[in-house]
């Protein structure tokens, strides 16, 4: 060998800097470690006021569901104050004639049905010979007729649906199979 020749570098034990260099695995871990607990913590703050938000989002809804049903009543409530003050005008009319009470029951009952229908308050009262509808009519009994069986032959009571939903069914007879 001549003195020219390199020669092979030593080799590094772990643990041991090469002169020149400034970070040894140790430094490096310790600077990778800082930077992911600086991103934990980032995450972290992210993490919680996400959590904060939604969960201010749902208090708020909450609020908006409670407010709603609280007043939900509020605008058939309103729209029935002249019913109720229809009737009490009647009341006050001591000497009154059966037709004139006639005439002010027929009035209010106007104002409490248009009331109603404004609110979506509608009313199912099926004709003679409607095909009958279990989803908007209860059979009460079942009798002997000349229309088809299954058929609407009387009404007994009116039903009612809210906003086509049924709140309470027709009553009604139904022809009976000949």
């Given at each position: ?43 972290a ?59 002010g ?57 809210i ?16």
């Amino acid at each position: 060998m001549s003195d020219t020749q390199a020669s092979p570098a030593p080799e590094q034990q772990p643990g041991s800097a090469t002169p020149g260099t400034e970070l040894d695995p140790l430094a490096q871990a310790q600077a990778e470690l800082a930077e992911l607990k600086a991103k934990s913590a980032e995450l972290a703050d992210q993490f919680l006021r996400a959590k904060a938000e939604a969960e201010n989002a749902r208090r708020r809804a909450e609020e908006e569901i409670t407010k709603a049903r609280k007043f939900a009543v509020e605008a058939f409530a309103e729209s029935l104050l002249p019913v109720c003050d229809s009737l009490e005008a009647g009341l006050t009319i001591k000497d009154a004639t059966p037709e004139q009470i006639r005439e002010g029951a027929q009035a209010t009952l106007r104002q409490l049905s248009a009331a109603l229908e404004r609110n979506k308050v509608i009313a199912i009262a099926p004709a003679p010979g409607s095909k009958f509808d279990p989803h908007q009519h209860q059979a009460i009994s079942m009798v002997p007729s000349e229309q088809e069986p299954n058929t609407v032959v009387g009404l007994l009571q009116k039903g009612y649906t809210i906003a086509e939903r049924v709140l309470r069914p027709a009553l009604v007879t139904v022809a009976a199979p000949k």
